[in-house]
């Protein structure tokens, strides 16, 4: 459920991008909203705001990463709205990645291990571990950030949508399978 509630408004921003003139043939209203993608982000907004509620009446807190993200999501896409300029839209990813890995390579510098606050209830891993994880983390973050980038200001929007949603799931995904091997050779145990 937390996977779906973390992924399901970047699916919303997907498909209602996709469908966004689809969407204006059957609700005219929402062409008031701008071209698709403002109104993607409109729903994106809508969806994001939707996931933290469900987020906080199951757990009644909100994770930290989400959050922030969301915050982001709030700013940029109001920018968006209001100024009918898509570019804050390519640019919200790209500003989410800059934001974790400076933070968490930033924490590095100070000596704190910041992805070990936000994953501590999932792995329990020896202070040498969780540095290791956050500082690959931190550049992982900062690639994302520098290949959003590259995408939005060098394809079409269209490539950029699917590369948004079918290219940085997987890649999240490979990347966080690669660092098992850390995980387990740090894992403590109970």
């Known amino acids: 459920l937390k996977f779906l509630l973390e992924l399901g408004p970047g699916l919303v921003f997907f498909f209602t991008t996709v469908r966004g003139a689809w969407l204006v043939g059957k609700f ?5 909203i701008g071209e698709p993608i ?3 982000t ?4 809508v969806a994001t705001a939707l996931s933290l509620s469900v987020s906080w009446i199951l757990t009644r807190s909100w994770p930290i990463m989400p959050l922030v993200s969301a915050i982001v999501v709030f700013v940029f896409g109001a920018l968006a709205l209001w100024l009918q300029d898509k570019t804050f839209a390519f640019m919200k990813p790209t500003i989410i990645n800059s934001l974790f890995g400076i933070t968490l390579l930033g924490g590095l510098a100070f000596g704190r291990s910041l992805l070990g606050y936000v994953f501590d209830s999932a792995f329990n891993l020896d202070a040498e571990g969780w540095r290791k994880l956050t500082f690959r983390w931190g550049l992982f973050f900062l690639f994302l950030a520098a290949l959003n980038e590259a995408v939005w200001r060098n394809f079409s929007e269209e490539a950029w949508l699917y590369f948004k949603v079918w290219g940085t799931i997987p890649i999240t995904l490979v990347f966080t399978l690669s660092q098992m091997p850390l995980i387990l050779r740090h894992s403590l145990e109970d």
């Open 28 to 32: 005219p209203i929402l062409s008031h």
């Open 38 to 40: 403002l109104i993607a």
């Open 42 to 45: 409109a729903f994106f907004m």
